[in-house]
């Protein structure tokens, strides 16, 4: 999940107090003489919640789910086409059309109760997914059948998954002899047994103590404790990784050379990889003013992607320039031949001549819609991730230039994941895409009917309820097709309905960054050896765990 920035350093500097006083010496020895690893997440306080499929626990949240769990293999989100590196599953093989899966359960592998990890245990995982839509946000209304037989599962597809194997890699795994008996919505799974390298200690709202699992199967831990430290906002975890409070970390920090690096030269790195995640500025297409194409249409003609990336991103955050939405250069291969060269401009002339055609008027300054009733829309995203709240602000800023009065409206964290984002309770918000091999995932997060969900009921995705038969259809093919060209000319239907119904700006590309210090401990993720996600909230986390080694 993506964190952002500030709103007052004075929060920040109380968040880190408030962590530094419940529990001193993040980067000092443990009873055993080995140095303490603390993670650092801007969430702000947790509630105790360690469910690891539930969107929103605190587990997933601050990421140690993913250092207690494990998943079925390890995808390289950095270099997508490299193959899966075998894990719980020791290999998964897929038909000629991606409708099913076989996947052999890796042995030998024990949960931290000491009960046996079996195939059993992949089945009813995926099978939890199937039986509650609420967990099912990779495949819904997806999972056919689901056997096993002796140490393999077989799972069903309704639908070719040649864009979504990744996903399946991907799960996490939970022991059924815990879980059966248990709703996995609401269960807050106190206890946290995993196949994974460590096991909870303790928890807080504002600090987990992780430690290691004596008998991991993989790769023994040399890392002797986990902290997982929540922090206000992004200006508290910025501060916390200068001070070497937290070592790692990821969250934006604007001048990150001179702010974080050109503090501890030696031993403090970031690193970020390419992809085709992405930012969104997510309308709300059932909902005034953006419920009429031509106003979506006229903002996306005034946003200023260019100064976002440079003010608001530092740079960090690459540019979108293609009108496909597609970042570059991993999306050149995928652009439609009717929109090669085309690229996004501010042009507010062009929209307010737009908006004038669509029936709009001016009262003054003010823009007016043909219902007569003045425009004005909320933006909003969770106070302290000022990269988004910043990027906000020149939205805005262009809207005004329509006459549009746009208010940003900062919110608790916890309120936008649980309510704001899946209800639809928002006119417009900045949320991320995943990533995947193609940009399937980018569009179908947008605007794939298949996640569709009426406002006020739980969306997994397409959180503007964009509803179009054409594009749903269009990315099934996408998915199921079998040939570059087959894929190609449903890609062409979803780019061309991209380009002309603005479900959603896309802002600017979304490259996983991370920020990290060697000062206790190396072998985390390089430029010059990118070979995970080098963030610590996603099932990489238990590959770059079994890589660290105490520094020398």
């Known amino acids: 999940m993506n964190k952002r920035r500030i709103l007052s350093i004075a929060a920040g500097m109380a968040a880190v107090a408030l962590v530094a006083t419940g529990c001193a010496g993040s980067s000092g020895d443990t009873d055993s003489g080995g140095a303490v690893l603390t993670v650092g997440m801007p969430n702000g306080p947790q509630q105790p919640n360690q469910n690891p499929l539930a969107t929103g626990s605190a587990s997933l949240s601050l990421g140690y789910a993913f250092a207690v769990y494990e998943s079925l293999m390890q995808v390289n989100d950095v270099k997508p086409t490299d193959p899966p590196t075998p894990w719980l599953a020791e290999s998964v093989e897929w038909n000629e059309d991606s409708t099913q899966a076989v996947i052999t359960a890796r042995e030998g592998v024990k949960w931290s109760d000491g009960e046996d990890f079996t195939a059993e245990d992949i089945a009813f995982s995926i099978q939890l997914r199937k039986d509650n839509p609420e967990l099912n946000a990779d495949f819904p209304d997806q999972y056919r059948d689901i056997s096993v037989d002796g140490n393999t599962v077989t799972v069903g597809f309704t639908s070719g998954q040649f864009v979504n194997q990744a996903k399946l890699y991907r799960l996490l795994i939970v022991p059924e002899h815990l879980w059966a008996d248990q709703d996995p919505v609401k269960w807050t799974n106190d206890e946290m047994v995993g196949t994974g390298p460590f096991t909870l200690k303790s928890f807080t709202p504002q600090s987990v103590t992780l430690v290691p699992n004596d008998d991991y199967w993989g790769t023994k831990p040399q890392v002797a404790q986990l902290r997982y430290d929540a922090f206000n906002d992004n200006n508290g975890l910025t501060t916390a990784l200068t001070t070497g409070e937290a070592q790692w970390g990821w969250t934006f920090i604007p001048d990150y050379e001179q702010t974080y690096i050109a503090k501890d030269p030696e031993n403090n790195h970031q690193v970020a990889g390419g992809g085709f995640g992405v930012d969104v500025l997510y309308l709300n297409n059932e909902t005034k003013p953006f419920n009429d194409v031509a106003f979506r249409q006229a903002l996306n003609m005034v946003v200023d992607r260019g100064d976002i990336s440079a003010t608001a991103g530092y740079g960090v955050w690459p540019e979108i320039t293609s009108v496909t939405g597609l970042p570059q250069p991993s999306g050149d291969a995928f652009i439609s031949e009717a929109y090669q060269g085309q690229e996004l401009d501010v042009d507010v002339e062009g929209a307010r001549s737009l908006l004038e055609g669509a029936g709009y008027t001016w009262s003054g300054e003010a823009l007016i819609d043909p219902d007569g009733e003045p425009v004005s829309f909320v933006l909003t995203n969770p106070s302290g991730w000022t990269d988004y709240l910043d990027a906000l602000g020149i939205i805005a800023e262009g809207a005004a230039a329509l006459g549009a009065e746009a208010t940003v409206e900062p919110i608790v964290a916890d309120t936008w994941f649980n309510d704001t984002i899946p209800f639809g309770n928002f006119q417009a918000s900045l949320h991320w895409t995943d990533g995947g091999s193609t940009p399937w995932n980018m569009y179908s997060n947008i ?31 996408f998915k199921a097709g079998t040939s570059d060209e087959d894929r190609q000319a449903a890609l062409d239907v979803v780019q061309q309905r991209f380009v002309e119904d603005v479900p959603g700006l896309i802002i600017w590309s979304r490259p996983a960054v991370a920020q990290y210090s060697t000062a206790n401990y190396t072998g985390f993720p390089t430029d010059e050896d990118p070979y995970a996600n080098p963030q610590p909230t996603g099932p990489q986390a238990a590959l770059i765990l079994s890589k660290l080694t105490p520094t020398k």
């Open 447 to 477: 605007m794939d009917g298949a996640s569709y969900a009426p406002l006020g009921e739980t969306a997994t995705w397409n959180y503007g309820r964009y509803n179009n038969d054409e594009v749903t259809e269009a990315l099934a093919r």
